[in-house]
């Protein structure tokens, strides 16, 4: 993860990420919002996680994201 | 319709205070097991519970979309919602997901620690909860805990800055009710935060049985979702817990083994 004010870097057009332990490809300097938008979670009550650290939700826009990140995206479920 | 048509006023309870908050309803309540949302929804309307426990679990990648959302059918604005860690077997991952539940419900603080210790009995590890409260408490969370029924180690979650100490009553998803009231009693005695039992509960005279002990509370899941008509036994433990919670406001009549003594005079009896 990066900061998105930093220049994205040249080269793959792609990258490979960890989403919820597989392996996706999101296109390379790809935002944390743009997955997001991509996955159908906007605006849904989510929280998210990159590289341990919890992403709050008015920071998506600001989160680049790089390849072999590890993103986390949990909800609540039904429990006890 | 019997011949007295209206009962007399209900009588009044000292308020449930809990973490600041004061709420009227002493039944708490899971959201797991249920056969879909519709009946979730319907079962915890039906019990008249204010605090709702939920798991934090990864999102379905690829779920379709506009799929309804457990917290689409619990509005966190009219239940209070109480993320819990089960599942987690040390502090580190209990921490860890309470602090992800803490951004995904815009900043409640509000949360159930669970930490595991057994994957047979669900016991709890009660030395990484001791360690999992601290941390949590540091961070400005307010703690109800699940824990054992050990009176000393209760009384160090209180220390740490718990707001409501559970025990077990047994086993989690048991069912087998109330196994050691003498313990429960103990740590009733002795807390100064509200005591809730969690876990054990069966059917509707466990939940009265916790709340005559003197809990202030009692947390379910299994014994409403795994019912026969779950939204029928959600009636029936709201009225368990009030039936129970009203005994131990009246305070029962003392236990007289052998002696009988009759309700009706003795004197006046037609020889």
């Not at chain 1, 989403?19 to 998210?48: M, Q, T, W, Y």
């Not at chain 2, 809730?196 to 009692?218: F, H, K, N, P, Y």
Request: hydrophobic letters at 45%; proline letters at 5%; aromatic letters at 4%.
């Amino acid at each position: 993860m990066s900061a998105a004010s930093g220049r994205a870097q040249a080269g793959s057009v792609t990258s490979t990420i960890w989403l919820n332990g597989a392996a996706r490809s999101i296109p390379a300097s790809c935002l944390l919002v743009e997955l997001v938008d991509a996955l159908g979670f906007a605006g849904k009550r989510i929280a998210v996680e990159v590289n341990g650290q919890i992403v709050p939700k008015s920071h998506y826009g600001q989160v680049r994201l790089d390849a072999d990140d590890r993103v986390e995206v949990v909800v609540a479920v039904g429990g006890g | 319709m019997g011949k007295i048509e209206h009962a007399s006023a209900a009588p009044l309870d000292t308020p449930f205070v809990m973490g600041g908050e004061t709420f009227r309803s002493r039944l708490l309540v899971g959201t797991g097991k249920y056969r879909d949302f519709t009946q979730t929804r319907d079962a915890i309307e039906a019990s008249g519970a204010q605090i709702v426990t939920v798991a934090i679990r990864r999102t379905n990648i690829g779920q379709e979309p506009g799929q309804p959302n457990l917290l689409d059918v619990l509005d966190p604005h009219r239940f209070t919602i109480l993320p819990n860690t089960a599942g987690c077997y040390t502090a580190v991952e209990a921490v860890r997901t309470l602090r992800l539940a803490r951004e995904l419900l815009d900043g409640h603080d509000l949360v159930k620690l669970e930490v595991l210790g057994s994957k047979e009995t669900l016991f709890p590890n009660m030395p990484e909860t001791l360690k999992a409260a601290e941390e949590l408490v540091k961070d400005g969370f307010r703690v109800m805990v699940y824990c054992s029924d050990d009176p000393v180690q209760a009384r160090m979650l209180e220390d740490i800055g718990c707001v409501a100490i559970m025990p077990l009553a047994s086993l989690i998803g048991s069912g087998m009710g109330i196994l050691n009231p003498w313990n429960l009693n103990i740590i009733i005695n002795e807390a100064q935060v509200p005591v809730i039992v969690d876990a054990g509960v069966g059917t509707a005279s466990d939940a009265a049985i916790a709340m005559e002990l003197g809990c202030d509370g009692v947390l379910m899941n299994t014994a409403i979702a795994a019912a026969g008509d779950p939204v029928r036994m959600a009636v029936a433990m709201r009225q368990g817990v009030e039936a129970g919670r009203n005994a131990f406001l009246a305070g029962r009549m003392p236990r007289r083994g052998y002696r009988a003594d009759p309700s009706s005079p003795m004197a006046g009896l037609m020889s």
